[in-house]
């Protein structure tokens, strides 16, 4: 069986175009202009997602939940971060606020 | 060695906190307000993401960043949707669009 | 002296451009299009609103800031809302709070 | 009759509310926090302001729209513009975009 996509995955396929020529690839273009124009395409993405959402279009919520996806990465690249560093920051989360839950339950 | 954190952990997690009581579960609390709701807790972690990117504060973008993602995947449920169906799709995208790439690099 | 130009004023010249054909007027194209997408036009503004206020630019802010109005007055208008209204209930609620602020600036 | 209540009403409200103690006044300690946090408020005014239009929900669209208005001037403060900069080059603009329709509509 073939492995799933997974984001590490879409990380790996913005590096390579990332190393493309603006004028070949529109990640690199957007990423030439910079994390500020990179979080404009971010909030734009995640109004269409609310929309979506509030429309209860399927077929457009997991389109734009992609664009979001896509333009998150995007992001956390044009500033270094990888999204593995913010995958374990939600590991560490759901490990503190599962004991959290634990203990919520014993006492309720 | 461990297994990396994935999407399909967070949305297994997600899962498990859906089905506990509202009152132990805060990811339960919003989901029981529907999706409406959810939408608009996606629309403002996406606002701070943007902040913490202009920022350039890399923790509160890793932060942000996973708070985004947290309420994504909460948003997808509250539609029935499966994060792997928009990791598919971002999937077909690449496939079609490096096509694409390659093509305008044999044209450039 | 020439009177101040208003959100009245904007009000009127938005329902100039709505009356006249969608091939001729951008807005009327817009308003053609229904809530949903003006809605989205306004969260787009919103997301350049925010990253000029981060990016401390004056002239940018202050353009922004114009299309962040004139959306909202264009989705005010396909929801069949007049500004006043929204004006109305801003200083319903001025009243209110400058009352609440009084009080607690005697208690203090 | 009692002159209709303008964005320059509130806006002197909200210079009258800037000036008192964070303790007693929201405007002044939201203020206080600086341009960034004012942009995060508007964002979220604007993803609820989204969400009512959506919703077709009267009520809610001119309350968010209120408050989406409220925080708009009080981002323009902490940037040190007045709204009727804001407002001069929304007649500005209608002034250009009325010749251009008028043109159009010539060649049409």
Not at 36 to 57: C, F, H, P, Y
Request: net charge neutral.
């Amino acid at each position: 069986m073939a492995k799933a996509f997974a984001l590490a995955d879409l990380e790996r396929i913005i590096a390579e175009r990332a190393s493309a020529s603006p004028e070949v690839s529109w990640t690199a273009k957007l990423l030439s202009k910079g994390p500020s124009r990179v979080a404009q395409k971010l909030g734009e993405e995640a109004v269409e997602t609310v929309i979506a959402a509030l429309d209860n279009d399927k077929a457009a919520l997991i389109g734009e939940s992609a664009d979001l996806l896509y333009h998150l990465l995007v992001l956390l690249r044009s500033r270094d971060i990888l999204v593995q560093d913010v995958l374990d920051e939600l590991q560490r989360r759901s490990a503190r606020s599962g004991l959290a839950e634990k203990a919520a339950r014993r006492e309720g």
